[in-house]
């Protein structure tokens, strides 16, 4: 962890494994489940190509205009993530390169933008914005691009994470005090995953962010998406063969998501953990939930 990334840990919240950790994690699991070698192979080429960004940002903030920020982008803040994007866009031909090679619809889609200017991807931010994005992966290029710039971002202004969240004082099933807020505190978008960490005798529940990585703790038993409490309403699932991987899912909104056990599988990373296991994915659609948040690979 870098002395910006622990500056910003406060109110229990955590920053973004390292570009690194994600790497090595993609390859270990990549050796170790052949079925998602394809998948895991390609996520390694993207995450490579972030890093490299990533250090590019942090090298040069006053080009990025990070320094005048002030405060992380928000979900809402269409104009500083355009402000991101255009720093980004000259980068925009190596990342398309890489999506041809990827899954056919990534590369069918990079094959089409291929020749878009300025104007085409700030739509596409504009698109993320209006929630339409779940439904196109036109938005995996942007946020492929804007990733890096966001823990930039989120790293500068570290004093931001100590607004509080919100909590649930209402709910007498559970401790008054962890926060049932489902968007991410530092940049405003919804949980990829979730993970639990040991913690004294037990174990905190934390939400994992699908855009900027960062984690905030997070009730135990409360549905990620619509904080359905009701525990006839929620499972929790644990399949044959992946031991520290659960599925989280909530009757009440049809959503699942998966949360990696940190206690049962210390060298998880789980944002790389939840890509590879994919046919966890398989059964959860085919029982008819649905997923929370598409990952980087649109799985
Ligand atoms: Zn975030
Ligand atoms: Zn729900």
Redesign the pocket.
């Given at each position: 962890m870098t002395q910006d990334s622990e500056a910003i840990v406060g109110a229990g919240l955590k920053p973004?494994p390292t570009w690194d950790l994600k790497i090595e994690r993609c390859k270990v699991l990549a050796e170790r489940y052949p079925f998602a070698r394809e998948i895991l192979d390609f996520y390694l080429k993207l995450l490579t190509f972030q890093k490299g960004l990533y250090e590019e940002v942090k090298g040069n903030k006053a080009a990025f205009t990070i320094e005048k920020v002030g405060h992380?982008p928000q979900a809402d803040d269409v104009p500083l993530l355009k402000k991101g994007l255009k720093a980004l866009l000259p980068h925009s031909p190596s990342l398309l390169s890489i999506a041809r090679e990827g899954p056919p619809l990534l590369a069918a889609i990079a094959k089409e933008v291929s020749s878009w200017g300025q104007t085409a991807w700030e739509a596409a931010i504009e698109d993320y914005q209006r929630s339409a994005y779940r439904a196109q992966p036109l938005f995996f290029f942007s946020r492929v691009l804007l990733q890096p710039y966001?823990q930039c971002a989120?790293e500068e202004v570290g004093a931001y994470c100590n607004t509080p969240l919100r909590t649930k004082k209402d709910d007498h099933a559970q401790r008054a005090d962890t926060p049932v807020e489902t968007?991410?505190?530092?940049?405003?978008?919804r949980p990829q995953a979730g993970c639990l960490r040991p913690m004294d005798n037990a174990s905190q529940r934390f939400l994992i962010?699908?855009?900027?990585?960062?984690e905030w703790p997070y009730q135990r038993l409360s549905c990620s998406n619509c904080t359905e409490s009701d525990k006839t309403k929620l499972s929790y699932i644990v399949a044959e063969g992946w031991p520290a991987v659960r599925l989280d899912t909530c009757e009440t909104c049809g959503q699942y998501i998966k949360t990696i056990d940190l206690g049962k599988d210390p060298e998880a990373v789980p944002v790389v953990d939840e890509l590879a296991t994919i046919p966890l994915d398989v059964w959860a659609r085919e029982k008819g939930y649905e997923k929370l948040e598409l990952n980087l690979v649109g799985i």
């Open positions: 973004a992380p966001l989120i968007r991410c505190p530092f940049c405003g978008h962010c699908s855009f900027c990585h960062g």
